[in-house]
């Protein structure tokens, strides 16, 4: 048995997602193999993308491996980080220049720099957001890869100890210090009981690193220097990737 560990954007969504591809993923599970999607993204947007686009897959991995779940939306594990560091992570996400920050927890909400914006978008600021107990991820945006660059080397230096902040182009996803990619398709491999071995990533972007280096990988031939540089193999995409692999 193998698992596919495959991201979303600009991966297994590279040039959208048509029949020909969700027959290739349904061979590869007729085989008797693993598909699953891991991807920086939210659980709530990542299950809305699956019940969307109908892939076909055994598992969901969201927030950068932090939370594991079936495509019904039942969650199997998950990885948390303190909720006493929620609030000066946003302070300093603020300071710096984010405008808004999305909180993944048992809820999800999104806080905004700017009273008025909040109020424009029904979101909440630092006085007024929800008490949480925990969070799985926080998100953030800014308007070049650069700026967000260099906030990431903000959160790192501060937060260092107990997150880790991973650059995603514009984006940041912050998840706890133990977490990524990597670490999620570990867990993974744990809960079916296979070999990590028979682990295989494919991804673009730098948020994909740390699976992509630990791990029999591939990369897209759309994807950015550094992932195909630490790559095994470069793929046009998912489809070649299970032809192959079968």
Not at 140 to 157: I, R
Request: glycine share 8%; with cysteine; net charge negative.
């Amino acid at each position: 048995m193998k698992i596919i560990g495959s991201d979303y954007d600009g991966t297994l969504n590279h040039g959208g997602i048509d029949e020909t591809k969700k027959s290739a993923i349904a061979k590869w599970r007729k085989a008797g193999n693993i598909f699953s999607v891991i991807s920086g993204r939210c659980v709530k947007e990542i299950l809305e993308i699956y019940n969307e686009k109908q892939f076909g897959c055994d598992y969901l991995i969201a927030a950068n491996g932090a939370v594991i779940l079936k495509p019904d939306g039942e969650i199997i594990t998950e990885t948390r980080c303190e909720s006493d560091i929620a609030r000066p992570l946003l302070e300093t996400l603020f300071s710096s220049g984010c405008e808004f920050a999305h909180v993944q927890s048992d809820i999800h909400f999104r806080v905004y720099a700017d009273e008025k914006t909040a109020k424009e978008k029904e979101g909440y600021t630092l006085f007024n957001m929800p008490e949480i107990s925990y969070f799985n991820q926080i998100s953030t945006m800014l308007e070049t890869p650069d700026e967000s660059e260099e906030v990431t080397a903000v959160v790192a230096e501060k937060f260092g100890e107990f997150l880790n902040p991973l650059q995603n182009g514009r984006c940041i996803d912050i998840v706890r210090h133990d977490m990524n990619k990597a670490k999620g398709l570990y867990l993974l491999a744990d809960l079916v009981k296979a070999d990590y071995g028979d682990i295989i990533a494919v991804g673009d972007n730098i948020n994909d690193l740390d699976m992509i280096r630990e791990f029999r990988s591939y990369a897209m031939e759309n994807g950015v220097d550094s992932v195909k540089e630490a790559a095994t193999y470069i793929t046009e995409g998912v489809t070649e990737l299970i032809e192959k692999e079968l």
